[in-house]
């Protein structure tokens, strides 16, 4: 109804009717106000409660990450505190320290090429009553990356490519691509950031397709120690561009038949015979209830291209490091450039280069946890691969712990 219609209505209307309407209009008004100002208040109230929740489980969420820094220090203490001498059995002083830290797993531990040490603790399986023994299978994770950064390296040494080359020759649509180098990317100093892998099943191909179009570059890192695995999976996926083989088959020649590896394969194709399955512990968990076995994707599996995707035994991993620290694989002035330290850090190549005397890498995920110390003869060596993670404790402590004993002459 127009204006001009409702004043005809209203000059029929008596005085008192025109006040009733009055009325009942400025009562709707103060309804619809009401209404408004109530679903204002009801968002209001539904948004503070959320802020309230999200900020309680940061708060759980960092004090959870406290408790298990301080059981880790107060383990890493006692772990560091075990008394060894000389004097007793170098077997039984093992044990003792990884009895020490609750390890889960099996442990070698090798001087001058003589093996001290080679023992399983715990379960494969908890629920086929499976024990972990000298051969049993675990996945590498990042370790994996050395034997990676030393593909590459053969191919540099084939003159393939340059260290010195930048990325966008292999990859030019990747941003930051043109101002990164090869060297950069094996020595995790570029700016480069995939945040997560797909959850489709992909093949090798579309694992790198999807990591250059969905990986960001950050240019204030550039330079600097940024630890992320996507440069890893990039490599990868130059040498699948300069061989003309996936990753798997050069991995495959150049790894697993060169060094006849009995015991070393890829996870997707399953672990096999002395088989482990990964189980990860509760937030400050330190001994071992065999609660949850985790579940790890095919899709998970196929993003780790490069970057752990790969399972060995504790002898078998031995036996790859030490056939790169002693130039079986690259010469050795190869070996000493693709684990030179960066400016910024002790990354390099793969590895952590602590020393010019003695290197270690470290693996995590999928309820598997790695670490190799090693000399940089190649001789020398402490190899624990767990199949139960924990993040209130951490193999490194053991190793460390087992190697400096090996070093002054108490473990012979």
Known sequence: MDGTGFRLVRDKLTDGEVNNVKHIKLFASVLVGLAVIGGGAGYYVHYTNRVTATQQKKTAAKAKVKKAKRVQKKVAHQVAAVKVTKNKAAGKQITQILKADHFVG?????????????????????RDGRLNGPDSKYQILSIQKSITATLLMQLVQKHRLKLTDKVSKFYPSLPGAEQTTIRQMLDMTTGFRLAQGSTANLSEKQ??????????FTAAKLGKFNYSSVNYLLLA???RQLTGKTYQQVFTTNIIRRLKLKHTGFV???????????????????????DAAFVETTAMMNNELGTGQVYMSVGDLFKVEQAIETGKLITPKNVEILHTRTA?????????NETPQVYRSHGLGYGYESVVRMSTTGKTGVVLLSNYYRNATSTLAPAQKIYTE?????LK
């Open 106 to 126: 099996t442990a070698l531990v090798v001087r001058n090429n003589k093996v001290l040490y080679r023992k399983g603790f715990g379960y494969a399986n908890a």
């Open 207 to 216: 694992v790198v397709d999807y990591a250059v179009n969905h990986t960001k």
């Open 237 to 239: 996926g130059i040498i």
């Open 268 to 290: 997707i194709h399953g672990l096999g015979q002395h088989a482990t399955t990964g189980y990860q512990a509760k937030t400050g968990e330190i001994k071992p209830t065999y």
């Open 344 to 352: 910024t850090g002790t990354y390099g190549g793969g590895v952590y």
């Open 406 to 410: 090996m070093m002054k002459g108490n």
